[in-house]
């Protein structure tokens, strides 16, 4: 008789539940009123989604935890709906050359009389005519673009106010620390007095969501100006937001040991294009250890 293999990096939530709330990263076109702009993150998003349950299982958290945890995790890129790969592209590659701070809290550090909140309404006061002097046409479309990296606390709010009824109807209860979590990368100040559990989660979420992009071929391709996908990459990222106090040596240990055993082939092949190699796979083991 044949034995039933566990998914390694499974999917929690019922498949239709799945595909509903992925489906909620759809935004209507504001360029082409009855249109709809297709969920860029949608592949990110479930992937992550996967991850994120397996490091959590691994942690000690509970099937109904971890289930909560992963609608989060699908969700968590939902404040970037209706993302243009040109436009946001083109914006962020721009600052990126410039070095222009690109998250909320690299912006306050650098312009600190910046209003807590306003980083965008700061970013497009200083940098209108600069974008638009290199043919980037800074409309509201473009502000929407902003939006999604530099004011993405408000850009969340209003799509979880906007979808609330149907997460509703489909029988999700949110939490607050849902969208807390959600918000860990960007706002990490957010969770400063946050119980224990909380903040690992959403440590989970922040190295799961990274490495995943660290990952994606597409993302590389369409606004990270990267060739080539690489997990060593991947980890350095990892450590520098573990020297910055974002993440724990744990979390961080957790996601090695899963991705040294395999239980992430299925996901990394899907967002690279190619499986990991077996140098890749010793790599990863050499370092599995050292966060602890």
Not at 65 to 79: E, K, M, S, V, Y
Not at 190 to 200: D, K, M, S
Not at 247 to 253: A, D, F, Q, R
């Amino acid at each position: 008789m044949a034995t039933m293999q566990v998914d390694p990096a499974p999917l929690l939530i019922e498949k239709q539940i799945t595909r509903r709330l992925l489906d909620l990263y759809s935004y209507p076109d504001p360029r082409r009123p009855g249109r709809w702009i297709p969920g860029y993150d949608r592949a990110h998003a479930l992937r992550t989604g996967r991850m994120c349950a397996a490091v959590a299982l691994r942690l000690g958290y509970g099937l109904d935890r971890a289930r909560q945890f992963q609608t989060a995790c699908l969700l968590h890129d939902l404040g970037r709906a209706g993302l243009d790969p040109r436009l946001f592209g083109a914006i962020w590659s721009w600052a990126k050359r410039k070095g222009i701070p690109t998250r909320p809290a690299e912006w306050r550090a650098a312009y600190p009389r910046t209003p807590y909140g306003r980083e965008t309404d700061a970013f497009l006061a200083q940098f209108r005519r600069p974008l638009e002097a290199e043919g980037i046409v800074m409309d509201a479309w473009a502000r929407e673009q902003v939006e999604m990296r530099l004011g993405y606390e408000r850009r969340l709010a209003r799509q979880l106010r906007r979808l609330r009824p149907r997460l509703r109807a489909l029988g999700i209860e949110w939490a607050g620390w849902m969208e807390r979590i959600m918000l860990y990368y960007y706002y990490p100040e957010r969770l400063e007095q946050a119980p224990g559990w909380v903040r690992q989660l959403a440590e989970i979420l922040v190295a799961c969501e990274q490495f995943e992009a660290y990952s994606n071929r597409r993302r590389a391709r369409d606004y990270y100006a990267r060739t080539k996908e690489s997990l060593a990459e991947a980890f350095a990222y990892l450590e520098t937001l573990r020297c910055r106090g974002v993440l724990s040596g744990p979390v961080i240990e957790a996601v090695g040991e899963l991705v040294a055993s395999g239980s992430f082939d299925r996901v990394l092949k899907e967002a690279r294009g190619r499986a990991v190699t077996p140098r890749e796979r010793t790599f990863v083991r050499s370092i599995v250890g050292r966060e602890a």
